[in-house]
């Protein structure tokens, strides 16, 4: 079985089904004043190809398995009846954002862009929760914008989010298991997707990932997920791998 298929993605799913660890969104786990003792939060980040992340959210529908999508609001994203149809089967809908990034490290422009692009997002579905796009061929690190105390305040009093997943999760005993740069290795290819966990969970493959998830699964984890990379067209599945590692060699030498 190839990695980075609908199919190896649901033994994924299935795995941690098997093992009675629960799944929830991020807003229904960041409402809570203590959190469970055991859970998998799933966390797409719909990049690109929306329509992929439509199909990985049906087979999570099919599974019963409930997860949540960042959209990033740019035309070959932001895709209203998509996102839509993937908030009618009971998953959650985030805002993407990248605004330090598109105001070139301007931090009040990029409040703005902020709240201007959550608009466009909240006259289509509810967004309670948050998450930064690495932009990782910039140098700008979006989560800046909120780590001025009132920004801050701003993002989650007037603004009504929860929280940004980045700045406003405990992260000492989760797992994060990432995908970026289409491997299970979170120091390799990834400039900027990182949190700081005391749990290793990188994998040198994904049976070293499975068996982790059907042997010795973590209590408490976190999958993140770019359904960009994730299809069981073979065509596009060679064009993506061509294309993640033609991104990994950029980060490189950047």
Request: aromatic share 10%; net charge neutral.
């Amino acid at each position: 079985m190839r990695d980075f298929t609908l199919e190896s993605y649901s033994s994924y799913l299935k795995a941690i089904k098997s093992n009675g660890i629960p799944f929830y969104r991020f807003d229904d786990f960041m409402a809570m004043p203590i959190p469970p003792e055991k859970f998998c939060l799933v966390r797409h980040d719909v990049d690109r190809k929306p329509i992929n992340a439509l199909e990985m959210a049906t087979l999570e529908k099919d599974l019963g398995v409930v997860s949540t999508y960042y959209f990033r609001k740019k035309p070959q994203t932001f895709k209203p009846d998509i996102i839509k149809e993937i908030a009618a089967m009971g998953h959650e809908i985030g805002y993407h954002y990248e605004s330090l990034s598109d105001a070139r490290g301007d931090m009040k422009k990029a409040v703005a862009l902020y709240e201007r692009d959550l608009a466009a997002f909240r006259k289509i579905t509810p967004i309670k929760t948050t998450s930064m796009h690495g932009r990782p061929l910039l140098p700008y690190d979006n989560r800046d914008m909120w780590k001025d105390e009132g920004n801050h305040r701003h993002l989650i009093e007037n603004l009504k989010i929860l929280g940004e997943v980045y700045l406003d999760i405990d992260y000492s005993d989760i797992a994060y298991i990432n995908d970026t740069g289409r491997n299970w290795t979170s120091g390799k290819s990834n400039k900027r997707d990182k949190v700081d966990s005391n749990i290793n969970a990188d994998f040198e493959s994904m049976e070293a990932l499975l068996y982790c998830l059907t042997n010795n699964i973590p209590n408490k984890m976190i999958f993140q997920i770019h359904p960009e990379r994730w299809t069981d067209r073979k065509v596009e599945w060679l064009q993506q791998k061509m294309k993640d590692g033609a991104i990994n060699l950029a980060k490189m030498l950047r």
